[in-house]
């Protein structure tokens, strides 16, 4: 009578098919050379998601989910651009209280100027500084997601991102002056963010 369950595993047939392996080996037919081969390529063992394990020093660690959804948040966009704001603020803000603090408006006696309070000149000095700040984080907002875009379309990290990013914001910014303003705007902001990246990464 014939029967639906499968053979029981013979022994010897298996230690028959690891003995033909060995001797024929998967890269060459000799089995010395092509341990060394395997030893070379590395580990093939797939534990999950594909992942090709390779042969190293030390423990090899298989990132979880909720750590490449962290680190997918921060690689994002909007968190380039928004940390760009932030840090654009802040130096914008400090710049703009340097500014006001070396270049105060100071009345003329002689002319019959009235003196500035205190308060005036505080409130001149944050004026000044949340201007540059607000500026600064225009900026910094504008770069760094149009850099992210062109960066995340071509596929490819390298000088060209900043100066095609540094093109069209210098444009935008310019254009609020006319044309010519945003065509020298954009070759000026090109060619600073050109000499930026060329220096970062050759330092």
């Given at each position: 009578?014939?029967?639906?369950?499968?053979?029981?595993?013979?022994?010897?047939?298996?230690?028959?098919?690891?003995?033909?392996?060995?001797?024929?080996?998967?890269?060459?037919?000799?089995?010395d050379l092509d341990e060394v081969a395997k030893h070379f390529?590395?580990?093939?063992?797939?534990?999950?998601?594909?992942?090709?394990?390779?042969?190293?020093?030390?423990?090899?660690?298989?990132?979880?989910?909720?750590?490449?959804?962290?680190?997918?948040?921060?690689?994002?966009?909007?968190?380039?651009?928004?940390?760009?704001?932030?840090?654009?603020?802040?130096?914008?803000?400090?710049?703009?209280?340097?500014?006001?603090?070396?270049?105060?408006?100071?009345?003329?006696?002689?002319?019959?100027?009235?003196?500035?309070?205190?308060?005036?000149?505080?409130?001149?000095m944050r004026t000044a500084t949340h201007s540059y700040g607000?500026?600064?984080?225009?900026?910094?907002?504008?770069?760094a997601a149009v850099e992210c875009v062109i960066e995340s379309?071509?596929?490819?990290?390298?000088?060209?991102?900043?100066?095609?990013?540094?093109?069209?914001?210098?444009?935008?910014?310019?254009?609020?002056?006319?044309?010519?303003?945003?065509?020298?705007?954009?070759?000026?902001?090109?060619?600073?963010?050109?000499?930026?990246?060329?220096?970062?990464?050759?330092?």
């Open positions: 009578m014939a029967t639906l369950l499968p053979k029981p595993i013979d022994p010897e047939e298996v230690a028959k098919r690891e003995n033909a392996a060995k001797t024929q080996g998967i890269f060459f037919p000799g089995s390529i590395g580990n093939t063992h797939r534990y999950r998601e594909n992942i090709i394990i390779p042969k190293m020093y030390g423990v090899v660690q298989i990132k979880t989910n909720e750590e490449k959804l962290v680190e997918a948040a921060f690689e994002s966009c909007a968190f380039k651009s928004f940390m760009s704001c932030v840090l654009g603020y802040g130096l914008g803000a400090a710049i703009g209280l340097f500014s006001s603090s070396v270049n105060p408006s100071i009345a003329d006696p002689m002319a019959g100027e009235k003196q500035q309070t205190a308060r005036e000149i505080f409130r001149e607000k500026n600064f984080a225009v900026i910094g907002a504008v770069f379309k071509r596929g490819v990290s390298d000088w060209k991102n900043g100066t095609y990013a540094g093109a069209v914001t210098g444009g935008l910014i310019g254009l609020r002056a006319g044309v010519k303003a945003g065509i020298i705007g954009a070759a000026g902001f090109a060619a600073f963010s050109t000499v930026i990246d060329y220096y970062m990464r050759h330092r």
